[in-house]
């Protein structure tokens, strides 16, 4: 199957990033290179880009792309949280600009074999982004216990039926280990009554749930976040782009930690904590995708644009 992505606000992203000729950014979440190719095109002749991945297809598609810019790019297999050890790897200490882009891809949830969607019910319990990676979908809910299961859909689903999913899978799982995606979206339709099934797919919430335990993906991204900020030049852009709102929610909280001057007591009569204002957020509030976009590509609904600028 070959890769296919459609970069979300490609253009938002770009003007974000205010690009600079012979700027050296990162691309944490390089996916098909969509976002990458432009940085690239926009920041010729002499631009470099680093960019990572966890997905091997995503990897090779990303490297047919961007083959014209031979020599301006590296690309390299690892979680973006680890970009502190692969630009000193690289030899680079500050940036221009950081992309990162936290949505699964078209591909990912259009190839059957890695098991993101609930559409398709053969599909294997997978959802890896490393699928050299070793907690399977199917891992989680064959072997976690009930209270781990029900905190993960309560969290990262926001799903107000945990309890009884999580009952419903102990029950399911005791007669025949899980395997297909259908197995689990049978199990979330029993659990979640009919009335509160009217309003798009109920299994929706329960897939990312544990997609996003699987992958680790909130772990560790507020703190990403301010060291991203600290290997920012003056003047440089980080850009990110979220698709629910747990992630925003910790993009928006670093986003004004790093914005504030002072953390100090306000009882105390003068500052005392020393920290400095490191960013201008230039999106005070998020951007979100104009009605063309929308109207062409439908997975954009839900993303949320966040902009900031660093001003030491």
């Known amino acids: 199957m070959k890769f296919s992505h459609v970069p979300v606000m490609l253009e938002e992203c770009m003007l974000g990033l205010n690009l600079k000729d012979g700027g050296i950014y990162f691309d944490g979440t390089v996916g098909g290179g969509g976002h990458s190719y432009e940085i690239l095109k926009r920041t010729s002749p002499n631009g470099k880009l680093i960019a990572t991945d966890l997905d091997d297809d995503a990897l090779l598609a990303a490297d047919t792309k961007l083959k014209e810019f031979h020599g301006r790019y590296t690309l390299i297999k690892s979680d973006y949280k680890n970009f502190a050890s ?28 890695r098991g993101f969607t609930y559409m398709v019910p053969g599909a294997p319990l997978d959802m890896r982004m490393d699928r ?8 989680i809910l064959n072997e976690y216990s009930k209270e781990e299961i029900v905190k993960i859909l309560k969290i990262y689903g926001e799903e107000k039926f945990a309890s009884a999913i999580g009952t419903e899978i102990v029950k399911a799982r005791q007669k025949k280990p899980f395997e297909i995606c259908g197995e689990f979206v049978e199990v979330i339709e029993k659990s979640i009554p009919k009335k509160f099934q009217q309003n798009g797919p109920v299994a929706r919430k329960s897939f990312q749930a544990i997609r996003i335990a699987g992958n680790g993906e909130l772990s560790g991204l507020y703190e990403c976040v301010l060291g991203f900020v600290n290997r920012l030049k003056k003047g440089g852009r980080i850009v990110i782009l979220t698709f629910h709102s747990l992630e925003d929610r910790i993009v928006k909280q670093a986003f ?4 504030t001057e002072c953390i100090c007591d306000k009882s105390l009569p003068v500052c005392v904590c020393g920290k400095n204002r490191e960013i201008e957020i230039i999106t005070k509030k998020p951007i979100t995708a104009s009605v063309k976009e929308l109207a ?7 993303a949320k644009l966040r902009i900031a600028e660093k001003v030491i």
């Not at 050299?132 to 891992?139: F, R, V």
């Open 132 to 139: 050299n990676g070793s907690i399977t979908a199917a891992d």
């Open 256 to 259: 004004k930690y790093l914005e």
């Open 86 to 113: 692969v630009l000193d790897g690289e030899e680079v200490d500050l940036l221009d600009g950081v992309m990162l882009d936290f949505g699964v891809s078209s591909y990912q949830l259009d190839n059957v074999d």
């Open 296 to 302: 062409l590509n439908s997975r954009s609904k839900c």
